[in-house]
């Protein structure tokens, strides 16, 4: 009787008939690397989504739906997100962040796969209402795989879908670098790139002082990891291949820079390459299933075509897609900068002394690993300053909108930058924006700064008028 309760008890705990052929581990591993990642992510927005899409964070969030209320029919089909009808206030996006934590432990069981829609939808919902900081490509890459996750392990056609996500991930961020930039066909990305990423580790000055034949040939061999070995994905015999050159690419990115979760989450995906041909879990499968496939695929190869096509005939069906997520086109690092140009939000009480704004994680502070936590302001700082070259981008183009909130809160609420600084600061009286040029060091791990200049503009915190800065012209120097 005792061992009958314990076979029916370890039955229970792997969820599964007793007797019943164990699910694989590359699935199991699938599903356990995607919970741990999602969870992540949700945990980094605990701490940053009310500084960031708060009442008085950077990019409110009420604001923006209100404004596309009033200007649309139907705001939600516009801009899906639950916050059309929640208030985006610093507590509700405090729980609904933690919600998103405790919902991953269901992400790691078969049975509990369901929950992966309703958490889709709800990082979809941050990501939608913070517009400017989920803007990168790994969030939507988060929302994609949860559409499709409750398919794995649900017959072959669910280990499938996975490998076509991989399939179109690699081979849309090859073709991007082959067509949108000579960078990579000039075999010369790869020789600026670790000095150029937005947030590179100690590993990466190592490995920019390797000699320019090695890296002109990891840059033929990254080309070939994303434009070749996806079409091998069929052959059963390639496939633990493939897993071996992708991981280590994962690997080798998550060494050398920091891009949130979203190397773990690819880490976790790619182990469906190992999943075997037979067994549990790859048999058949159901209506559901094919319903999701026969949906997702034909709506991929709209995205994929609008976006690579020479001219783009399916906007308003690919702009649905990709507003609700499930299915994107993946351009990752199309062009490499050759320099890198930082820019620095500098304050001052007399407009003579000048001292930074302490955000952390840029080229002032040393590297570090920071995955899975993703620092948005920092990473979208770096793309405001992109393109460079022979002068500093922010002196020709204007800033974003959310430096000028940045500004404001420097100027009216400082403690509420807190989480985004290495240290707290007082208000200023002025503020300025001031651009360096940053070098690897040659004799350390570190950085070398240059100076670029200073922005012409002075704004006053005093005017009151932030959104539009008052311009002091006598104070510049």
């Not at 949906?295 to 005939?313: E, K, Q």
């Not at 400082?414 to 360096?436: E, G, K, N």
Request: with cysteine.
């Amino acid at each position: 009787m005792s061992a009958a309760v314990d076979s029916a008890v370890a039955a229970a705990a792997d969820e599964r008939p007793q007797g019943a052929e164990p699910e694989p581990w590359p699935i199991r591993g699938v599903r356990l690397g995607v919970a741990l990642s999602v969870a992540a992510a949700f945990a980094s927005l605990v701490r940053d989504a009310p500084v960031l899409m708060g009442p008085r964070g950077l990019a409110p969030a009420a604001p923006l739906l209100a404004r596309l209320a009033e200007r649309v029919d139907s705001p939600f089909l516009r801009l899906p997100t639950l916050f059309h009808w929640l208030d985006a206030s610093d507590g509700n996006l405090r729980a609904l962040a933690i919600l998103g934590v405790v919902g991953c432990v269901g992400l790691a069981f078969r049975r509990g796969a369901w929950v992966a829609w309703p958490l889709a939808f709800l990082y979809l919902s941050f990501a939608n209402a913070g517009t400017t900081f989920f803007t990168f490509q790994w969030d939507a890459l988060l929302v994609e795989t949860l559409a499709i996750l409750p398919a794995l392990g649900r017959g072959r056609l669910g280990t499938w879908l996975v490998w076509w996500l991989l399939f179109r991930l690699n081979l849309q961020s090859g073709l991007a670098k082959v067509l949108w930039s000579d960078d990579w066909t000039s075999l010369r990305a790869m020789g600026a790139y670790w000095q150029t990423a937005p947030l590179p580790t100690p590993l990466a000055w190592w490995a920019h002082q390797l000699p320019a034949p090695l890296q002109q040939g990891l840059t033929a061999g990254t080309l070939a990891i994303e434009c070749v070995l996806p079409f091998l994905l069929p052959w059963r015999r390639a496939r633990p291949w493939i897993f071996a050159v992708w991981t280590s690419l994962q690997l080798g990115i998550l060494a050398t820079a920091n891009y949130g979760s979203f190397n773990w989450l690819t880490l976790a995906l790619q182990l469906s390459l190992l999943a075997p041909a037979t067994g549990a879990g790859q048999g058949r499968s159901g209506v559901g299933v094919r319903v999701l496939a026969a949906s997702i695929v034909p709506l991929s190869l709209v995205v994929f075509a609008n976006r690579f096509g020479p001219d783009r005939p399916f906007d308003d069906l690919a702009g649905l897609a990709q507003r609700w997520r499930v299915t994107n086109a993946y351009h990752l690092f199309a062009s490499i900068d050759p320099v890198r140009d930082e820019v620095e939000l500098i304050g001052s009480d007399d407009a003579r002394t000048w001292a930074p704004l302490p955000l952390a994680h840029k080229p002032a502070e040393p590297m570090a690993w920071l995955a899975p936590y993703h620092p948005r302001v920092a990473f979208s700082l770096w793309f405001y300053t992109l393109g460079g070259r022979d002068t500093p981008v922010g002196l020709r183009v204007a800033a974003p909108g959310f430096v000028a909130r940045l500004v404001e809160r420097w100027c009216t609420d400082p403690a509420r930058l807190t989480p985004l600084l290495t240290h707290a600061v007082s208000a200023p009286r002025y503020v300025s924006l001031r651009f360096w040029r940053a070098t690897f060091a040659a004799d350390r791990v570190g950085w070398d700064r240059q100076e670029l200049g200073r922005h012409p503009t002075v704004y006053d915190c005093a005017s009151g008028d932030i959104p539009a800065f008052v311009q002091v012209e006598a104070l510049v120097r």
